[in-house]
DNA sequence: ATGACTAATTCGATTAGA
């Protein structure tokens, strides 16, 4: 099962760029994040046509996730449990059915907590420690979910071509790589950086200055697995070169493959 | 001179992204 990640900023403005990479690509189930658009304005109709179900979880303007899958979805949960009055939609989760084999996949859209410190980033950091206690308790039950997403974490420095523009911003502040380290100490598998110990790519370069041409990037699309998942893990890779489509998102599609 | 953004809302200036 190939399971993909991608902020595509905006579904309406960057549905031809969507449409080819699903098209040339047909991966099985994509998590897509920043649609800023509410349910029944996602082209749904269009993404039938080219062999995917779509689970929405809109919102006008802002954020707003959703779930392409061209397998049977059950159970899908909206909104990320631990503040009834959080009302910003970042978060959808489904059970992808293939044959025998089910994946609990969990499409996530993380705060970008800009600027630090302010009542964005405690949001931010509310966040992740909301996530930390849902993965948590789907640890427990010792089956394959996969958290994928837009993190807005930096986990290392090797993960900006220039970390030092990124030193006191929200994506790459200390604490916000601890609370990212302690997700993972729970027993998550970031796929990229286990696949690829030392690899240098990028998932996200800004529209501004010329970053993509300069590949001043940060590394902030990730999917963590639980170890069910992990054992099944065969690849995990950054299709880059979307960000060169004539009217791209300014993230790329990041995809692993379960067995 | 010097790669000085893009999208949504709504029609232009503001907010947000990262």
Redesign the pocket.
């Known amino acids: 099962m190939r399971i993909a990640t991608w902020?595509v900023?905006?579904?309406?403005?960057?549905l031809d760029s969507v449409s080819a990479w699903l098209t040339a690509e047909k991966p099985d189930v994509v998590c897509l994040?920043?649609i800023?658009?509410?349910d029944q304005?996602f082209p749904a109709a269009h993404f039938e046509d080219l062999g995917y179900q779509a689970t929405v979880h809109g919102q006008?303007?802002?954020?707003g996730v959703a779930l392409l899958s061209r397998l049977p979805m059950e159970d899908v949960q909206r909104g990320l449990p631990g503040d009834a009055s959080d009302e910003?939609a970042r978060f959808i989760a489904a059970t992808v059915i293939e044959g025998s084999k089910a994946v609990r996949v969990c499409g996530l859209?993380?705060?970008?907590?800009?600027?630090a410190p302010g009542p964005?980033y405690d949001y931010k950091l509310g966040w992740m420690k909301r996530l930390q206690e849902f993965a948590r308790a789907e640890l427990l039950k010792e089956e394959a979910f996969v958290l994928a997403g837009?993190y807005?974490v930096?986990p290392e420095a090797r993960d900006a071509r220039n970390p030092q523009n990124w030193v006191g911003?929200?994506?790459y502040l200390p604490a916000t790589r601890e609370a990212f380290r302690t997700l993972l100490a729970l027993g998550l598998t970031e796929s990229f950086r286990a696949l690829h110990p030392s690899m240098v790519e990028y998932s996200?370069w800004?529209?501004?200055?010329?970053a993509?041409?300069?590949n001043n990037g940060?590394r902030?699309d990730h999917l963590l697995l639980s170890p069910q998942a992990a054992d099944r893990l065969v690849s995990a890779e950054i299709h880059k070169t979307v960000r060169g489509d004539e009217?791209?998102?300014?993230?790329v599609p990041v995809m692993i493959e379960l067995g």
């Open positions: 902020n900023n905006s579904i309406k403005a960057h994040q920043e800023k658009c509410e304005a006008k303007t802002y954020n910003q859209y993380l705060p970008n907590g800009n600027p964005k837009d807005n930096i911003d929200a994506l996200f800004d529209y501004q200055a010329g993509w041409p300069k940060i902030i009217k791209p998102s300014d993230h």
